[in-house]
């Protein structure tokens, strides 16, 4: 089946500066990674996904990446801000069927410090 | 409200009681999925409904785990018997189709078995 790997499980910022978290995927037909952010006491809130027909996508302070090659892909964030402090989950669909039927990542706990 | 709606919010129950968890997924989404988020641990899939088809029950971990989704709509998660290892967080999501769309999660359930 297929196996999600999230580095790293914690990371830690300064406002203002850049934050990336990396994933990689184990099945070749997976076609869709989203990015799901969680605060506390609250369920997953989807900020970015990509499709495997793309290589880049950008939301204002957002941005993803996909290598499908060597299947990994990435979360950016620039200009970090102490709301963005959570959990963030990456997750691939495996087989490349169901959008909804996902397998994450362990998570990466993001602390941005004022 | 417009998005996932779950309950109830916590529920404390006793070892080997059974236990009934409930799911309003947004309005018009056929598409219905049931994750669980243990203590420190990522996103685990369960089950998922597509419109009328036969549900997707590759997820659940054991035979005290059932879902049943009436009307097309509203889903009950229902844990018999339970143990101490099923304490977590059991999310619900929803999503207007199985395919190209994205699903959209609920606060969850915390489930706290003693």
């Known amino acids: 089946g297929e196996n999600v790997e999230q580095h790293p499980s914690t990371l830690s910022v300064q406002e203002g500066d850049s934050a990336v978290i990396k994933c990689t995927y184990s099945?070749?037909?997976?076609?869709?990674f989203p990015w799901y952010k969680q605060e506390l006491g609250k369920g997953p809130q989807l900020i970015i996904d990509i499709r495997s027909n793309v290589g880049e996508k950008k939301d204002q302070r957002i941005a993803v990446t996909l290598n499908k090659t060597a299947k990994h892909f990435s979360l950016h964030i620039t200009e970090t801000q102490p709301e963005d402090s959570a959990v963030y989950f990456c997750a691939a669909n495996p087989g490349g069927t169901s959008y909804g039927k996902l397998t994450f990542g362990q998570g990466t706990i993001l602390t941005v410090h004022p | 409200g417009a998005g996932v709606s779950q309950s109830p919010s916590n529920k404390v129950t006793e070892k080997g009681k059974d236990v009934e968890l409930r799911c309003d997924p947004i309005s018009g989404h056929t598409a219905l999925y049931w994750y669980r988020q243990s203590l420190g641990q990522g996103l685990e899939f369960l089950i998922y409904?597509?419109?009328?088809?036969?549900?997707?029950k590759s997820g659940l971990p054991s035979d005290r785990f059932s879902a049943e989704r009436t009307g097309g709509s509203v889903s009950t998660l229902t844990i018999q018997r339970t143990q101490q290892e099923d304490s977590a967080v059991y999310l619900c999501a929803s999503s207007a189709d199985r395919g190209g769309n994205t699903i959209y999660f609920g606060e969850g359930s915390w489930l706290t078995v003693v």
């Open positions: 409904f597509q419109g009328n088809s036969a549900p997707d």
């Open positions: 099945d070749s037909a997976s076609n869709y």
